[in-house]
């Protein structure tokens, strides 16, 4: 797997109404980057979004969030990946995964869109071979309560699981860039084992 990150995605809807809501998971991925690198976002209209340049395991990095909303993500990210000529291999796209449970994260490449509307409007755009991180949000239960699950705020324990996931997610791309996608993947992936002693 190449190491030859050049940009990270964060999907969200604009707007302070959706600041804290579920679907905005991947701004809040890269609201962490550029925070932890004490760099701001700055409006970039050509890129239809937000922009901010940071260091990441000693490499320059794009971060982005599209000023769109959700279903027209594509456009931003279609802009950006002609105007610095960026592969999909080359872009990670972090979005709110209802398929996995608040607290957890996944590095996946490639793949079907799963019906999340950020990802299938970038699929329009650059196929399916993509980086993506996987930002688990948990799922209502029942597919008809999906839409207001994902434009909802997260309990307060699904929000400090979700947040804390964010903190090993950056570490794991960190430790792609330096180590390898193998590495990271391990990171992330493999459960910790219980301490000793622990009771199941």
Known sequence: MTSE??????????????????????FWFVDQLADAARVPFRSESKFHGQLARIKLGGRDVLLLKPGTFMNRSGQAVQAL????????????????????????????????????????????????GYLRLRIGIGHPGDKNLVLNYVLGRPSRDDDEAIRASLIDAANAVETWLTRGWERALTQLHTKPAPPAGATK
């Open 5 to 26: 990150l050049h940009a990270i995605i964060g999907l969200g809807n604009p707007g302070s109404e959706y600041e804290r809501t579920r679907h905005n998971a991947g």
């Open 81 to 128: 990946a002609q105007f610095y000529k960026l592969a999909p291999g080359a872009m990670l796209v972090a979005h709110d995964e209802l398929d996995l449970p608040a607290g957890t994260v996944r590095l996946k490449l490639g793949g079907g869109h799963g019906g999340h509307n950020g990802l299938r409007d970038i699929h329009k755009v650059l196929g399916e």
